[in-house]
T-cell receptor, first 108, second 113 residues
Framework: AQRVTQPEKLLSVFKGAPVELKCNYS??????LFWYVQYSRQRLQLLLR??SRESIKGFTADLNKGETSFHLKKPFAQEEDSAMYYC??????????FGKGTSLLVTP | DAGVTQSPTHLIKTRGQHVTLRCSPI?????VSWYQQVLGQGPQFIFQ???????GRGNFPDRFSARQFPNYSSELNVNALLLGDSALYLC????????????FGPGTRLTVT
């Protein structure tokens, strides 16, 4: 079965500290992985996808097939990064399978 | 473009009733997907429609149905509402089924009492 696990419901860091949001997946095929973000009172939006291998707002994520992980990282957290982050796995070409989300709080 | 729009914003229904939720995709987008997000959980896939045909269905009972119209807007229908159907229902549109990013709407908050 396909599953996405985000082990932390809440992650609190200080401004300027590194941040890592964990995501593990289970899928026997070739996964497509995404990070979505939802800022307060805004709609869910795509942050980055593993196939593009780009950095968005200072965030990066590397797909590790051996560890079946797709952790989201940023070296220096900013207060505006506070939001809900969802890891998602796409299988079968269309449906997104989301984790439960991690709430990131960056405090000054 | 206002992005994906959904109506209504909020809705309160009683058990056993029927509800229809509506979604208008971004202009030019032909694919619409529906997701249910229960409080404290991530969105869960319900349906995908592309070119007015159902292309994918999640693990939801037959009480849930949807359709897509010639202008690519979509409706999600839920019959015989249960308390457990209370959730935020999200619509997402994309240019096609697979390759392009899904853009999410603000959602419809359904409360079943």
């Amino acid at each position: 079965a396909q599953r996405v696990t985000q082990p932390e419901k809440l992650l609190s860091v200080f401004k300027g500290a590194p941040v890592e949001l964990k995501c593990n997946y289970s899928y026997s095929g070739s996964p497509e992985l995404f990070w979505y973000v939802q800022y307060s009172r805004q709609r869910l939006q795509l942050l980055l996808r593993h196939i593009s291998r780009e950095s968005i707002k200072g965030f990066t994520a590397d797909l590790n097939k051996g560890e079946t992980s797709f952790h989201l990282k940023k070296p220096f957290a900013q207060e505006e990064d506070s939001a809900m982050y969802y890891c998602a796995l796409r299988t079968g070409g269309y449906a997104l399978n989301f984790g439960k989300g991690t709430s990131l709080l960056v405090t000054p | 473009d206002a992005g994906v729009t959904q109506s209504p914003t909020h809705l309160i229904k009683t058990r056993g009733q029927h509800v229809t939720l509506r979604c208008s995709p971004i202009s030019g987008h032909k694919s619409v997907s529906w997701y249910q997000q229960v409080l404290g959980q991530g969105p869960q896939f319900i349906f995908q429609y592309y070119e007015k045909e159902e292309r994918g269905r999640g693990n939801f009972p037959d009480r849930f149905s949807a359709r897509q119209f010639p202008n690519y807007s979509s409706e999600l229908n839920v019959n015989a509402l249960l308390l457990g159907d209370s959730a935020l229902y999200l619509c997402a549109s994309s240019l096609d089924r697979v390759l392009y990013e899904q853009y999410f709407g603000p959602g419809t908050r359904l409360t079943v009492t």
